[in-house]
Nanobody
Framework: QAQLVESGGGLVQPGGSLRLSCAASESRFSRYVMGWYRQVPGKQRELVATITPISSTKYADSVKGRFTISRDNAKNMVYLQMNSLKPEDTAVYYC????????WGKGTLVTVSP
């Protein structure tokens, strides 16, 4: 069964960096638009960044200039490099694959706190 598995979350101080990874179980995900979303308890899940199969990218205004999404289709991997992290970036981050079917990972928690 196709799946997405996130990793790389954790606790980081404000101003720090983290790199999230998303491992896709099948090579067909290389043809999908991949994305990172985040959700805080009690709030709706929100888009962070997306990347097309040819690596065109889009970012939420709140992360532009700080976060970078990338993909390695040969390895079936998607990454989110997060720099200059702020407490308001604290959330569960989810990997998303959007194609003929939409897939979600189970999420990885990012906590930004002194």
């Amino acid at each position: 069964q196709a799946q997405l598995v996130e990793s790389g979350g954790g606790l980081v101080q404000p101003g720090g960096s983290l790199r999230l990874s998303c491992a896709a179980s099948e090579s067909r995900f290389s043809r999908y638009v991949m994305g990172w979303y985040r959700q805080v308890p009690g709030k709706q899940r929100e888009l962070v960044a997306t990347i097309t199969p040819i690596s065109s990218t889009k970012y939420a205004d709140s992360v532009k200039g700080r976060f970078t999404i990338s993909r390695d289709n040969a390895k079936n991997m998607v990454y989110l490099q997060m720099n200059s992290l702020k407490p308001e970036d604290t959330a569960v981050y989810y990997c998303n694959a959007n194609g003929d079917i939409t897939y979600w990972g189970k999420g990885t928690l990012v906590t930004v706190s002194p």
